[in-house]
Nanobody, 123 residues
Framework: QVQLVESGGGLVQPGGSLRLSCAAS????????MGWYRQASGKERDLVAT???????DYADSVKGRFTISRDNAANTVYLQMNNLKPEDTAVYYC?????????????????WGQGTQVTVSS
């Protein structure tokens, strides 16, 4: 089994910054694509940012220029640096990591989700 543990959420004023972390542990061979999603109250879960195993990144238009996704493969961790936060960024943020078990081919990945961390942007 694989476990993802998120940290770094909290309450911040508009214009402030937060850094989210998501660490994977357990039965891990390699880690493929990683991503962050968010779900505001009463809304669907939306993609925020993704990063491939090669380091290519993609962002939702609403966060481009403000958020940065990165990964530390040695630490099995993905990060989301969030700057210039706005009230509309308020949501529960979830990480997702596609994990390949030891001895399996890269295409035989399985998705795992973090438990979610609350980010609230308010004055």
């Amino acid at each position: 089994q694989v476990q993802l543990v998120e940290s770094g959420g909290g309450l911040v004023q508009p214009g402030g910054s937060l850094r989210l972390s998501c660490a994977a542990s357990g039965r891990i061979g390699t880690l493929n694509d990683m991503g962050w999603y968010r779900q505001a109250s009463g809304k669907e879960r939306d993609l925020v940012a993704t990063i491939t195993s090669a380091g290519s990144t993609d962002y939702a238009d609403s966060v481009k220029g403000r958020f940065t996704i990165s990964r530390d493969n040695a630490a099995n961790t993905v990060y989301l640096q969030m700057n210039n936060l706005k009230p509309e960024d308020t949501a529960v943020y979830y990480c997702k990591i596609n994990v390949v078990a030891p001895g399996y081919a890269s295409y035989q990945e399985a998705p795992y989700w973090g438990q979610g961390t609350q980010v609230t942007v308010s004055s």
